[in-house]
Structure formats: structure tokens, C-alpha cells
């Protein structure tokens, strides 16, 4: 991520598809102090006196957050997520909700998170944080297989490591923008139940994608193998930096008494942030409370755009590389149906350097896919970011992207091969 920043700093002319972040353009400032007034405004309501609504904005809060009750109503009223407030953990960001899950979950050596491959690389952070082992389990061309990740859990048990649970980012993920269908939940719970395995749902681009979203893992969990990580930073804004964890399984802490697992990530975040900040917990609460909890309603603008932003990326490759030029070039790419990612395979190796000439011959940015292979996979594959652009850079940048890979494809033929 250090190495795309530089890029970019060193070619701004360049048109970038490599930051996952939303569209400035839905960003009010007033909106923030209205939001912050909703929120105050409801403590009031409540009965709070005036002296304990100063408290909740300017004074730490609970550790396990002070709008658990709002996130929890929210949830069920947009994603049918129908669990107890205290089974909730309000996080800086989704990224510390992993931080605090990873944590809670591995303490032996033995124990192993299975990720899919390619995957987002702030799962892989925490582990290397931690020092967690990760088990890839590859994602084949078609997408997620509950086949291969029962083949991956055999192989670890064999090898005398526990498989303790799986990351996946089931709703057009980052990187690959593939979403898992009914079935595949369906079959990835009855496996997790079976295996004694925690699924970690980790999916913030659901509400910013249009269509009606297959429901998610948590909603179909029966068996509570499901901990289901939330972010508001796609569909409210990241500056507030305010996630979620729902931890709803029993579990035995280190003082040896039974309770919720989201009792252990508070004790673990204790000792890491105190608590999420309450004036930003503030901001998203009133946010929350203007749209009644629906932040699919709140998002219907946004998922909107993202998905003609998505659109015209793929019509707009499809012109510029008709059926014939693709299968010369050895160029292929999925069609994600929402979120802010897809996936374009080329036939050279898209490593930094090609990266760098990308961006200084070219005027275009992407992201090399091997960044997010644990398995050190992805070396001919890019993603593209499809969130950041205007209808007009998208369609400049699709032109600048095609004649890069030409000239590469060209560059990298004219190579001599082995002797």
C-alpha cells in the first residue's frame, strides 16, 4: 500500500483505479454537524439530563461502545440480523474488529486461520501482527468452492494444526468482486457447523451495491458459527472510522466462567483502543436514527452510481477490447454485479515494475492482484477500482489501461525465452 501511494504521488496526472474509497462526491460537512445534533437530540428524548449528553460526546465511553442498541436495531431492520446488544462490539473500523477477533480465537500454536485467496490484505496484516498462521484456500476461476475449503481443512488436520475459522468477504469482495450465491451459504454454513469451524463475515459493500443482496451469512446462521464484522466507513464515511463486531457464541474465558465471545473482544480492546471514539459513535448514531436504520435507504443514491461506475468500466472494456483482441492479448475479467472491485487477468506479469510503467508511460494506476495471494498467486492478474472516478476519467482511464496492456503484451513477447 506504501508503494501505490508513492505511485501516486509521483504521477498525479495520472488516472488511478487502485483506491477502494468512496465517492467524495456524496460527502456533506453540514451533514456531519446535523447528524451530531440528531443523536444528541435522542439522548435527550430518552430523559438524559443535559450534564450526562455532555458526557456521552466528550467523555470515554464503554468499552464495548454506547450505540450498541442502535447498530443492533439497525441490523435487523436492513439485514434481518436479529441478535442481543450485548452479542455487539462497536470497533475503530472494521480492522480492529479483526484485530480483536484474530485475537480473541488463536492462542495456540496449532491453530490456524483459513482465508480465501486472494483476500483482503488487512486480514492477512492482522495475522502477520499476531503471528497467526494463515491456510490459503484458493479461490478457483469460478469462484468461492466449498469443495476446496473442506480439502484445505482435511489437509491442516492431517498435518496436526486446527483450522479455528475462515475469513470471507461473501458480497463482491476485495479484491476479486465475486459474491457468493445462496447455495454456496447454504453449503459453507452446513460445513462450519459440521467442522466445528467460525466462519469471520467481513462484508461492507453489500448496502453500496444495487439490487436486492442475497441475504447475508449472519441472517442464515442456525448454528452461531457465524461472527459477522460491519464497517460504516463505505456507506456512511471512513472518516468516521466506526465498525462492528456480532459475537454472539458461548464461550470459556480465561478466568474459566462461560459467557459471550463479545465479552472477550472488550476485555482484548481494552487494552488496545479503550473505546471507539463517542463523538464519532455519535455521528453515525444520529445517522442511523435519520434513516429509521435503513442504510440501504440511506445508500440508494450511492449503490446507484457504483453500479453504473461498475457498468461502464466492463462496457467500456468490452469496446475497446472486442472478443478477437482479447483472446490475442490474453486478457479475460469477471463482471461483478456491485461493490467496488473486479478482477482482469493479462498475459505478461504485473508486478511493481509494470506498474511503474504504467503510471509514468501511461497515465493509469491499478493494483497488482499478487498483492492480495497469500499463496503467492495472482502475477498476471490486476484489480480495478471502479469506486473513486468520474463517467469521463473511467472512460479515459479504460483507453490509457488498453493501450498499456498492448504495448506490455507486445514488450513482454518480444522477450527472448529460454535457451
Not at 435487523?76 to 442481543?84: G, K, L, S
Not at 447454504?186 to 443482496?213: F, K, M, Q
Not at 506479469?349 to 509514468?360: G, M, P, Y
Not at 473513486?388 to 472512460?395: A, G, K, N, Q, V
Request: glycine share 8%.
Amino acid at each position: 500500500m506504501n508503494f501505490l501511494n508513492e505511485v501516486t504521488l509521483r504521477y498525479p496526472e495520472a488516472i488511478s483505479f487502485a483506491p477502494g474509497r468512496p465517492y467524495d462526491g456524496f460527502f456533506d460537512t453540514e451533514q456531519v454537524l446535523g447528524h451530531l445534533r440528531r443523536y444528541l437530540d435522542h439522548l435527550a428524548d430518552q430523559g438524559r439530563s443535559p450534564a450526562q449528553v455532555r458526557t456521552a460526546v466528550y467523555q470515554y465511553g464503554p468499552t464495548a461502545g454506547q450505540i450498541r442498541e442502535i447498530i443492533a436495531d439497525s441490523l435487523r431492520r436492513d439485514e434481518r440480523i436479529d441478535v442481543p446488544v450485548e452479542s455487539i462490539v462497536v470497533t475503530v473500523g472494521a480492522q480492529e474488529a479483526m484485530m480483536l477477533v484474530v485475537r480473541a480465537l488463536i492462542r495456540d500454536p496449532r491453530d490456524v486461520l483459513l482465508v480465501s485467496s486472494p483476500c483482503y490484505v488487512g486480514i492477512t496484516g492482522v495475522a502477520r501482527l499476531l503471528d497467526v498462521t494463515l491456510s490459503p484456500v484458493v479461490e478457483p476461476a469460478e469462484g468461492f468452492s466449498v469443495e476446496v475449503l473442506a480439502a484445505t481443512i482435511r489437509r491442516e488436520r492431517a498435518a496436526g494444526r486446527r483450522p479455528r475459522a475462515f475469513y470471507v468477504v461473501p458480497d463482491h469482495a476485495n479484491p476479486s468482486g465475486a459474491t457468493l450465491t445462496v447455495a454456496d451459504r447454504t453449503a459453507l454454513l452446513d460445513l462450519a457447523a459440521r467442522e466445528d469451524l467460525l466462519i469471520l463475515e467481513d462484508s461492507p459493500y453489500r448496502l453500496v451495491s444495487p439490487g436486492d443482496p442475497v441475504p447475508t451469512l449472519k441472517a442464515l446462521d442456525r448454528h452461531r458459527s457465524v461472527v459477522h464484522l460491519g464497517s460504516y466507513s463505505k456507506t456512511l464515511f471512513p472518516g468516521a472510522r466506526v465498525g462492528f463486531a456480532v459475537a454472539d457464541q458461548t464461550v470459556l474465558g480465561d478466568d474459566g466462567r462461560t459467557g459471550l465471545l463479545a465479552d472477550e473482544l472488550s476485555k482484548i480492546k481494552s487494552m488496545v483502543t479503550v473505546n471507539t471514539s463517542s463523538l464519532s459513535q455519535a455521528v453515525v448514531a444520529g445517522a442511523l436514527l435519520a434513516a429509521d436504520g435503513r442504510v440501504s435507504e440511506l445508500n440508494a443514491k450511492a449503490a446507484q452510481h457504483y453500479g453504473d461506475a461498475m457498468r461502464r468500466v466492463l462496457d467500456r472494456l468490452a469496446d475497446r477490447l472486442p472478443p478477437a483482441r482479447r483472446a490475442d492479448l490474453g486478457v479475460r475479467w469477471n463482471e461483478p454485479s456491485g461493490g467496488f472491485f473486479l478482477s482482469l487477468t493479462v498475459g505478461f506479469e504485473a508486478d511493481d515494475a509494470a506498474l511503474t510503467r504504467s503510471a509514468e508511460e501511461y497515465g493509469v494506476i491499478w493494483t497488482p492482484m499478487r498483492y492480495f495471494h497469500p499463496d503467492d498467486g495472482g502475477r498476471r492478474s490486476i484489480r480495478l477500482s471502479v469506486s473513486y472516478l468520474s463517467p469521463e476519467e473511467i472512460d479515459e482511464g479504460v483507453t490509457r489501461l488498453v493501450a498499456f496492456i498492448d504495448a506490455e503484451t507486445a514488450r513482454h513477447r518480444a522477450r527472448p525465452g529460454p535457451t
